[in-house]
């Protein structure tokens, strides 16, 4: 296979935004998509099948193939039944958008425990919810493709986004494992940052730079990721208006103490162990 050709690839959140540009793009690309949505508001409230439903209908009607799903992916059960619909319907699953998502923000002192719990287990939890289940048919076939969404919130923090910036990044941890445990498995996890004009952004943002961002530019790099022949794997790419980066971390050159220092020692040598002044990138002291 090419591309992604073939490929049976569940995108969550598809019935609208971000999301449904990756459907659409995959499934004229070739792809037998899952259409995942449950059709509720920006906060996550209420739900229906509309959203879903026109997205497949959509594919259908240009001669590509799709089907819907209108579970949450904040449950175990969610989950685990978009997957079972790849299989239902297509027979086999080989990659995943971890893209649903709903916006709580609040600034940190005023945030409820239920704000802070919705946002993780759309975001955090959903992944896991999907990804999860998906795992081991990935890796019996020796192929998968995973791609989780997050944001640059996740990557810097964001005023007003604790929950969010929270669920965001560890959604990057996420994906740096299962780079690791994948690798040996042709299965490759990367996450996107992207920026676009979506209902999530159209308060954010004014109508000028909201016409320059699209959601068909972030598009196509997320369907690199999942093609056959993508090598990449653990990394983070943001995407906006037709920029398209790759994050990474450095460590700096740091200091080593032979003895364990006092608080004043270091103090004294604080620039130094924070200087970016040939710092390189980071890998981990476990590796
Ligand atoms: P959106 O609100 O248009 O799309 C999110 C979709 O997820 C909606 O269709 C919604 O119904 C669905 N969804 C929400 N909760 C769900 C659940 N529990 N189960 C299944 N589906 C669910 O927003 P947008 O902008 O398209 O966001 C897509 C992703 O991109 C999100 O993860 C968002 O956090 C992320 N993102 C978007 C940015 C932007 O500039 N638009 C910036 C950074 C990240």
Redo the contacts with the bound molecule.
Sequence with gaps: MAGVEGRVIAV??A?????REYALLLARSGAKVIV?????A?D?SGRGNT?ADTVVAQIRDTGGEAVANY????TRE?GAAVVQTALDTFGRIDGVVA?????RDRTFHKMPAADWDAVLR??LD?AFHVIRPAFPHLRDQRHGRIVV?????GIYGNFGQAN?AAA?SGLIGLIRTLAIEGRRHNILANAI?????????EDIASAEVLEK?P?AHVAPVVGYLLTDESTETGSVLVAAGGNVHRVAQFQTRGVTFPEVPTIDQVAHRWREIVDLDGALPGTSPLA
């Design positions: 969550t959140g019935g609208g935004g971000l999301g995942n949505d449950l059709g509720g920006r996550g959203a579970d949450s992916v904040a969610g893209n649903a998502g709903i916006l759309v975001h959903g969404v997050t944001s640059t919130s969010y965001k940052a992207p920026l676009a004009a979506t209902r999530m952004t961002l959601p």
